[in-house]
């Protein structure tokens, strides 16, 4: 199974370059995040005629995450739990050839001071209390999306720029590391573990992408069941560099049978 997950930063504005991909890289099941438009508005049309289901969870202009499969998916949940007045799109999960597969877009955080960081870190604190639920059911799941947090020093251009920012406090890492340390393997690295200069997303200015000035903040955590089945898993740079492209690129997960 090919899972990819992709923050398509609007997917009405960026349809030609996702469908495109799509094609070309074929994978089983796609996660996105910010696809900045309302449930009814997502062009379903355009990933049925790819041969996918969608299960999509919108929101005017901001955020909203959906997952595609080429197999229905079933047990669909469309809000994380432990805060029910939160209406903010951001999370959908479901069962894809037998695997619970979630597609989050964790908030950013910024600025600091403000309620933007301290939701950042009650959503993180939701996500390790679901997490713990999930692996308690000794099921196999995927966790992928945009967890916009940069988990190391190598995983940012320049650390020392980056401390004070929500992506790379202390306190969002120390999170992080509390929902790993629940027993998740973090894909990529357990794939790369010296990988460096590994960046997901480049921001469109100051010429971040021509001079690789890149953050990893697009992560798949696995459970123990699910990383015995870990193959693979990649950075997929091209998308990036297309006209209209989104700030982010793909990453793309293999899971054997």
Same mark, same amino acid.
């Given at each position: 199974m090919r899972i990819a997950t992709w923050n398509v930063n609007s997917v009405k504005?960026?349809?030609?370059?996702?469908?495109?991909?799509?094609?070309?890289a074929k994978p089983?099941?796609?996660?996105?995040?910010?696809?900045?438009?309302?449930?009814?508005a997502f062009p379903l049309q355009a990933f049925q005629d790819l041969g996918y289901h969608c299960a999509v969870v919108g929101q005017k202009a901001y955020n909203g995450v959906a997952l595609l499969s080429r197999e229905e998916p079933t047990?669909?949940?469309?809000?994380?739990?432990?805060e029910p007045e939160d209406e903010q799109a951001r999370y959908v999960e479901a069962t894809v050839g037998g695997i619970r597969? @979630?597609?989050?877009?964790?908030?950013n955080g910024n600025p600091v001071g403000t309620e933007k960081y301290p939701?950042?870190?009650?959503?993180?604190?939701?996500?390790k209390a679901h997490a713990a639920s999930l692996l308690a059911q000794e099921i196999p799941f995927v966790l992928g999306g945009d967890y916009n947090?940069?988990?190391?020093?190598?995983?940012?251009?320049?650390?020392?720029?980056?401390?004070t920012d929500a992506l790379f406090r202390p306190e969002t890492r120390a999170k992080f590391r509390e929902i790993t340390h629940l027993g998740l393997?973090?894909?990529?690295?357990?794939?790369?573990?010296?990988?460096d200069r590994a960046f997901t997303f480049w921001d469109y200015q100051a010429g971040a992408w021509p001079r690789d000035n890149g953050l990893r903040i697009?992560?798949?955590?696995?459970?123990?069941? @699910?990383?015995d089945r870990l193959v693979g898993c990649a950075i997929d740079k091209g998308p990036r560099g297309k006209e209209k492209a989104s700030d982010h690129t793909p990453v793309v997960l293999e899971l054997v049978a």
């Amino acid at each position: 199974m090919r899972i990819a997950t992709w923050n398509v930063n609007s997917v009405k504005a960026r349809l030609g370059n996702v469908t495109e991909w799509l094609d070309s890289a074929k994978p089983d099941v796609v996660l996105f995040q910010e696809i900045k438009c309302e449930t009814a508005a997502f062009p379903l049309q355009a990933f049925q005629d790819l041969g996918y289901h969608c299960a999509v969870v919108g929101q005017k202009a901001y955020n909203g995450v959906a997952l595609l499969s080429r197999e229905e998916p079933t047990d669909i949940i469309t809000r994380l739990p432990g805060e029910p007045e939160d209406e903010q799109a951001r999370y959908v999960e479901a069962t894809v050839g037998g695997i619970r597969i @979630a597609s989050l877009y964790l908030p950013n955080g910024n600025p600091v001071g403000t309620e933007k960081y301290p939701y950042k870190l009650r959503w993180m604190d939701r996500l390790k209390a679901h997490a713990a639920s999930l692996l308690a059911q000794e099921i196999p799941f995927v966790l992928g999306g945009d967890y916009n947090v940069i988990p190391e020093a190598r995983d940012v251009y320049d650390p020392a720029a980056w401390i004070t920012d929500a992506l790379f406090r202390p306190e969002t890492r120390a999170k992080f590391r509390e929902i790993t340390h629940l027993g998740l393997v973090e894909a990529f690295r357990a794939v790369h573990p010296d990988a460096d200069r590994a960046f997901t997303f480049w921001d469109y200015q100051a010429g971040a992408w021509p001079r690789d000035n890149g953050l990893r903040i697009d992560h798949f955590l696995l459970s123990p069941q @699910a990383a015995d089945r870990l193959v693979g898993c990649a950075i997929d740079k091209g998308p990036r560099g297309k006209e209209k492209a989104s700030d982010h690129t793909p990453v793309v997960l293999e899971l054997v049978a």
